[in-house]
């Protein structure tokens, strides 16, 4: 019988499968990449590799050499291809300039629509390790929902003046304080008044970059 598997090799296997259902052939390594959002296909090799040491799968030398083991596969005939978002990753924002603007833009990911609610409209590269209490480390992915509003105690992406900054947002008075999950890191206190200051949009969920199988 196939062994178990870890949540992200699960999702592997289901991405494979509804991808095979509905196109009628196994996926690449590389569109097994952009639909679960990895940056390097040594990734997604790494996982297929996984499924086929557990006897979830089994591989052949041909290009697309992917076939489901039935046993340990119980999917539909019919399964839904997986709905994919292409969205931007946005890297350093220039002072003042709208967040989404095209020279901001890095790069392009199709992501399983799935994965994230509310649904993201674009990644942001996280820098430093302001919040790593919250499982966000520096060179992740996060996915944001764009919105002018949030609910207290979200981490939010904010801007304030020129900067953008990834923390947790709370109100103190007519100020707002935007706290790190990094005790080495103080909260940053915003008078809208005296500040120009921005909320661009919700987190909703991290990428980790070459996380093992």
């Known amino acids: 019988m196939p062994e178990p598997l870890s949540p992200r090799q699960q999702h592997c296997l289901d991405f494979i499968a509804a991808w095979t259902a ?7 390594l590389r569109e097994i990449a952009a639909g679960l959002g990895l940056e390097q296909h040594s990734s997604a090799q790494r996982l297929v590799e996984a499924l086929a040491r557990k006897g979830w799968i089994e591989r052949s030398d041909r290009h697309r050499g992917l076939r489901l083991v039935q046993a340990g596969a119980p999917v539909p ?5 997986p709905e994919l978002l292409n969205l931007p990753l946005v890297g350093r924002v220039a002072a003042g300039a709208p967040i989404l603007s095209d020279a901001h833009i ?3 990911y199709a992501v399983d629509a799935a994965l994230f609610r509310p649904r993201p409209h674009f990644l942001l590269r996280v820098e430093g390790d302001s919040m790593t209490g919250a499982g966000i480390f520096d060179g992740d992915f996060i996915a ?8 207290e105690g979200r981490i939010v992406v904010a801007r304030v ?3 953008i900054t990834v923390k947790r947002l709370h109100r103190a008075g007519q100020r707002f304080r935007l706290d ?10 915003v008078d ?7 909320i661009e949009g919700l987190y909703v969920g991290t990428i980790r970059r070459g996380s093992p199988a």
């Open 192 to 198: 809208p008044q005296r500040e120009a200051f921005a």
């Open 22 to 28: 509905a196109e009628g052939r196994p996926p690449t």
């Open 77 to 81: 005939a019919r399964a839904p291809r």
């Open 144 to 151: 944001v929902h764009r919105t002018p509003v949030a609910d």
């Open 161 to 163: 003046e020129d900067e």
């Open 180 to 189: 790190a999950e990094n005790p080495a890191y103080a909260p940053i206190f």
């Open 106 to 108: 890095d790069a392009v």
